[in-house]
Structure formats: C-alpha cells, structure tokens
C-alpha cells in the first residue's frame, strides 16, 4: 500500500482544513487507516483512525470533538476534517495503513500506536499561526 497524505499548509487559528489520504497498491478498502502528527522535538502523537469498514472511529483526546475522520473506499481516499485549528496542532500529519489481521474494539487506544501500522505517507505541514 502506497499513501500519498496532501491538504496541509500554513492557515490561522480557528479556520477549518481537511487533509486527504489517497492509497494505490494492495486493496485499500480492507486496511484500517489512522492519522498521527508530529511537532518538532516531540514524539508522534495518535489523531485519529479509522477501521476498514468505516464503522468505528478512534481519537485521540487532544483532538476529540474537533477532528472527524472519514473515508470513501470507492476513492481509495481516507480524510482528516478539522473543524477549529489551534496553534498546538502544528505539525506534519501523516497517515497510516494497519492490516486487515488486526482487531480490535470498544477501547479508545485501539488503534494508538504507531508499531501498529505497516505503510506510511510521506506527511503533510500543518502550520497554525495564532
């Protein structure tokens, strides 16, 4: 699975974004997907995720209520919609396939760590100016 992450950019505090995550390769539809970030200096942080079916979402609590996760299969497309950016959400965002092997259910970690994901993109800039 190849992951192409793009919709960053420099954007002010308050304003919304959406980030994409397009996949080529193996069938992406049966991949779990979740977004991480990364700030300068700091570990990558858990956003959000998403299971292959769509019908379970995953968040991490920085961002819970503000971020939404989304995807179209038939786009092969999974995305990050921000409804009020914050300074601290400044980071490169990148997206992440887990295999299809992997369950799990009911407990907000589920998809967190990022041992956990086989491919990565390359990442997208999200600066937010205050």
């Known amino acids: 699975v190849q992951l192409q992450a793009s919709g960053g950019g420099l954007v002010q505090a308050g304003d919304p974004l959406r980030l994409s995550c397009v996949a080529s390769?193996?069938?992406?539809?049966?991949?779990?997907t979740g977004w991480f970030r990364q700030a300068p200096g700091k570990e990558r942080e858990f956003v959000a995720a998403?299971?292959?079916?769509?019908?379970?979402?995953y968040y991490g609590a920085s961002v819970k209520g503000r971020f939404t996760i989304s995807r179209d299969n038939a786009k092969n497309t999974v995305y990050l919609q921000v409804i009020s950016l914050k300074p601290e959400d400044t980071g490169v965002y990148y997206c992440?396939?887990?295999?299809?092997?992997?369950?799990?259910?009911?407990?907000?970690?589920?998809?967190?760590?990022?041992?956990?994901?086989?491919?990565w993109g390359q990442g997208t800039q999200v600066t937010v100016s205050s």
């Open positions: 992440a396939a887990v295999s299809p092997a992997y369950h799990c259910s009911g407990y907000d970690l589920c998809y967190a760590g990022p041992q956990l994901y086989d491919y």
């Open positions: 390769g193996r069938t992406f539809s049966n991949w779990g």
């Open positions: 998403i299971t292959w079916t769509g019908d379970s979402t």
